[in-house]
């Protein structure tokens, strides 16, 4: 226990030193790196008018544009790179704090691409394999910039905690796995670093040292995020507090005391996320020093200092730079705390459905949904039967809802059409797209339809068939369309010009897609201000799914989303129809640290939780 707490007063009495280096390298990632590599793919892609990569055009792509494949494969080789560099930068880092040694940021960067020459194919392999597998899937990326971005997303979090047994069970297998590899070859890597061992020895000596320390390297990473989010909570919820009494006593200075708070916010928030980035590596240097496994001395190049002019001149960039930087983020707040109506956006049933209130995609779920809580759009989901025509199916197996391991593709529609389906308690018949539009005309309620295709289909036929039997009554209805196929999302564009064409992104990596869609019905947890905005500036909505909680409705008001999609009509109503008013300044400085929280732990456990009721 003495050394458990002397380690945990080392991480806080030596915490300033990791600041600046860690600040300067992400400054680097964020403002050089990231904006080259997506630059680079979209450079790529563009070579044969791709817009972006997407489930139904990887395949094309690989198969049959071998120098766009290549290209892509030289992106990923960068990214390894660059993993391996930040990785080695953070031990480095760590090894040079522990040992109370100075270093500058010149020469960890230095120290760090001189590693570069250990990288061996089967150096390689085992990066894909840790970094991009092991890792994300056991929680741990979230010390490493460029994997925290690999997450599995609260989608498919939403199927495996609410599908069957096996994909629960499956699950946890698969995590617990991850988390035993995770720990027993964490030592993998600095050993090569530090040390120069190969793979092998490197891989035998991790196995050998974490054979019975694994409780000591868990309570002490959790022991210090606990301190590290926690002096973080209390300061920026005391600061909201602070606001919400400013805010009904003097609400003459109001907007200036939250301009104030939330910079403040921002700056612990920026410390919060150094110490979160740098604690397992401390631990990590911290188990190694205690088995007398790091070197004594790692020698490092003492560079010539800069001439006196060219050390001015670089003390007044960096303070001109400190300024921008300053004065952008306080344009930044000021906009942010402005006194602006929260936007009202459409409000959209996902799947017909509210709060588990009937059968997903069914006529007794829709009118229900439409009466009682009188959505703009019910969304929901259609497939092409067999035999070319369409009926209401989320799944493209109807195991789940009908007891019947029928593929929906293969069935023709009158193999479907009236098929029992039973869901949360209740049951009701699997209806044809034709009865199903006639009931939502008769409830005089809007559609949002997403045309849902399986691999073989040919897309452009889908859509094609879909607008020649529908077109004139998506038309009247004012129905909008969305799907997760480009091709589809694109030929509904073309074919029906006047509706809204939506193309569905789970994730959000490349930003805003140049492609003919009119709108994009972006999964929320990967959803930013800046899609928002660069969507709108050409002229194309966002669509945000889905919104089921007080603090995610909020967010997507202040992003300026144009609609919801939700599973929680009662909620989504409430807050946008029936409580429409401004938020208080304190609000928004909560909303600003509940995001900033949500997206660290989302790092730290490489799934997207928030927004979810799993």
């Known amino acids: 226990m003495k050394a458990y707490i002397k380690n945990l007063w080392a991480f806080l009495t030596t915490s300033r030193r990791y600041v600046r280096p860690v600040l300067l390298f992400h400054l680097l990632v964020i403002t050089f790196i990231i904006p080259a590599l997506v630059l680079i793919t979209k450079k790529i892609l563009a070579q044969q008018d791709f817009s972006t990569i997407s489930v139904d055009n990887l395949s094309t792509i690989i198969t049959n544009h071998f120098w766009i494949t290549l290209g892509l494969i030289l992106v990923i080789l960068l990214i390894l790179i660059f993993i391996y560099l930040e990785f080695t930068f953070m031990i480095f880092l760590a090894y040079f704090v522990k040992r109370r040694e100075y270093v500058t940021f010149r020469q960890l960067i230095f120290i760090s691409f001189s590693r570069l020459k250990h990288i061996r194919f089967s150096t390689i392999l085992f990066f894909i394999a840790y970094f991009f597998f092991i890792l994300p899937l056991s929680g741990l990326a979230g010390s490493v910039d460029f994997i925290s971005r690999i997450r599995i997303p609260s989608f498919v979090m939403e199927v495996m905690m609410t599908g069957p047994w096996v994909f629960k069970v499956l699950y946890l297998m698969v995590t617990l796995l991850s988390i035993y590899l995770a720990w027993r070859l964490i030592f993998t890597l600095p050993l090569i670093i530090l040390k120069e061992m190969h793979l092998r020895a490197s891989m035998k000596k991790s196995w050998q040292l974490t054979r019975k320390h694994f409780w000591a390297f868990f309570l002490q990473v959790a022991s210090l995020m606990v301190i590290v989010v926690g002096v973080f909570v209390l300061v920026a919820y005391g600061l909201v507090s602070l606001q919400g009494y400013i805010d009904s006593t003097w609400a003459q200075y109001a907007l200036q005391f939250g301009i104030v708070n939330l910079l403040i916010i921002q700056l612990f928030g920026l410390i919060e996320l150094v110490l979160s980035l740098v604690l397992v590596f401390f631990v990590i240097i911290q188990l190694l020093d205690v088995k007398n496994e790091l070197p004594e001395q790692i020698p490092v190049i003492a560079f010539k200092r800069f001439r006196l002019g060219f050390r001015i001149l670089g003390t007044f960039s960096a303070i001109l730079v400190l300024l921008v930087l300053l004065l952008a983020v306080t344009v930044v707040a000021y906009e942010y705390m402005q006194p602006k109506r929260l936007a009202q956006p459409m409000l959209i049933s996902h799947r017909g ?262």
Do not use: C
Request: proline share 3%; hydrophobic share 35%.
């Open 353 to 614: 459905l509210s709060n588990q209130e009937g059968v997903q995609n069914t006529i007794p779920a829709l009118e229900k949904t439409s009466r009682e809580y009188h959505p703009d759009y019910v969304e929901m989901d259609i497939r092409q039967t067999k035999d070319h025509k369409f009926v209401v199916m989320h799944d493209a197996n109807l195991k789940t809802l009908a007891n019947k391991n029928w593929i929906v593709e293969k069935k023709n529609y009158n193999q479907l059409v009236g098929l029992k389906l039973s869901e949360n308690g209740y049951t009701a018949k699997l209806p044809g797209f034709e009865e199903y539009f006639a009931a939502a005309n008769q409830q005089q309620q809007k559609l949002l339809i997403e045309i849902k295709t399986r691999r073989g289909e040919d897309p452009d036929q889908v859509a094609d068939n879909f607008v020649k039997q529908y077109g004139a009554e998506v038309v009247a209805n004012k129905a909008m369309m969305h799907s997760l196929d480009l091709k589809v999302t694109e030929r509904l564009r073309e074919k029906l010009p006047k509706t809204t064409s939506s193309y569905i992104m789970p994730f959000n990596v490349l930003g805003v897609p140049s492609i003919k869609a009119n709108a994009f019905s972006v999964e929320v947890s990967s959803l930013d201000q800046d899609f928002v905005w660069d969507a709108h500036d050409q002229n194309k909505k966002v669509f945000a799914w889905d919104v089921d909680d007080t603090d995610t409705v909020q967010r997507m008001q202040i992003y300026q989303v144009d609609a919801l999609i939700s599973d929680n009509m009662p909620l989504v109503n409430k807050m946008v129809r029936d409580e429409h008013k401004d938020l208080t300044y304190a609000q928004k400085l909560r909303i600003y640290i509940q995001d900033m929280n949500n997206k660290i732990f989302n790092s730290f456990s490489n799934t997207d939780w928030q927004d979810r009721d799993v």
